[in-house]
């Protein structure tokens, strides 16, 4: 369909699509052309590229940069784009309407350089405009939905329980923030437009919210035991909000390792190492709360046992 006179024409819109009678094949070829590769598509030997489905369901490649074109710390963020110690199926909603497509895909597609370096880093990724009648068939089979904030209004209402119906309780969704150009994890969240930005997974952010969560609540001390999965923040939180806001960070626990989160609370609090098997300190740090960012000051304790192993606790100052 044209664009109408003095309508931006790379503006995020739902475009009309054709309907094919069996999409999920479609898809399915989608993947197995990008493992592929080859001279047809452009391709160098060894080159990977993303698939772009069209609004008129014609199968579109774009390459991703040749083999060695990307340095060390290039690759190394690519990788931390989506965390896995192997290649995942992504599956990623954009504004793929053809004519803003060929006229520039960069343009059309914010979010496109850091999908070409996911597909770098050996990730199936595969695009589509995220029309209702194609949308929970695209998501089988998938690890990663990642969504250009630009389409979120575009999608159906109930997009995110489709995708929890299809994907679990609990998938992994990545949202491409026009504002920082940044991608970012999506949450559900009980307030209108029923989702938002989160943190990303990692102890960095565990420690972010760790103390953001301590910030908000009564005084009250809170022990990391080297070796074991750091606390759950829904077990801290002392109100409804904060509890809704904890439960909605993408932080797998039993993944987290303790001991890193000491060392990054040890990196900010900038503590000289113990040299006794019990050394107090104090981190001072900005953290939004309140609705501003507030200065906080937590006192540290850190205890060595019998078996050397390490116990930190920390506690809001008063």
């Given amino acids: 369909m044209p664009v109408p006179p003095g309508v ?27 493992a592929s590769g080859g001279p047809d ?3 160098e030997a060894g080159q990977r590229c993303i698939g772009v489905l069209t609004p008129g369901r014609i199968l579109a490649f774009v390459p991703a940069p040749k083999p060695g074109a990307m340095s060390p710390l290039q690759v190394a963020q690519a990788k931390s784009l989506v965390v896995s110690d192997k290649p995942l199926k992504i599956t990623a ?10 006229q520039d895909k960069a343009k059309a ?8 370096a ?8 595969v695009v589509f405009e995220g029309h209702e009648s194609v949308f929970e068939n695209a998501l089988r089979d998938t690890d990663v939905l990642v969504v250009d904030s630009g389409m979120v209004a575009c999608l159906q209402s109930d997009w995110l329980d489709t995708v929890e119906r299809v994907m679990g309780q609990k998938p992994r969704v990545l949202g491409h923030d026009r504002e920082s150009h940044q991608l970012r994890p999506i949450a559900r969240s009980s307030k209108p437009p029923g989702w938002r930005f989160t943190e990303a997974d990692g102890e960095l952010s565990y420690v ?15 022990k990391i035991d080297a070796g074991q999965a750091p606390p759950d923040l829904t077990r801290l939180a002392a109100d409804a909000g904060t509890v809704e806001w904890a439960s909605a960070l993408p932080f797998r626990y039993d993944a987290l390792s303790a001991d890193k989160v000491m060392g990054v609370i040890h990196r900010l609090a900038k503590w000289e190492a113990a040299k006794e098997s019990r050394a107090s300190g104090r ?11 507030q200065r906080v000051g937590f006192q540290l304790l850190l205890v060595k046992d019998a078996d050397g192993k390490y116990h930190l606790e920390i506690e809001k100052a008063e």
Avoid: W
């Fill in 109 to 116: 597609m914010p979010l496109l350089g850091q999908l070409l």
């Fill in 8 to 34: 931006d024409p790379f503006a995020p819109r739902m475009p009309d699509v054709d309907i094919v009678p069996d999409i999920t094949a479609l898809f399915a070829r989608a993947r197995s052309e990008i």
């Fill in 208 to 222: 972010n919210c760790l103390l953001t969560t301590l910030a908000k609540s009564p005084r009250q001390p809170v």
């Fill in 41 to 43: 598509k452009g391709l």
């Fill in 118 to 125: 996911m597909a770098y880093v050996g990730h199936s990724v």
């Fill in 283 to 293: 981190l001072e740090t900005k953290l939004a709360a309140g609705g501003s960012l």
């Fill in 93 to 102: 909603v954009a504004f793929t309407e053809i004519t803003a497509f060929h």
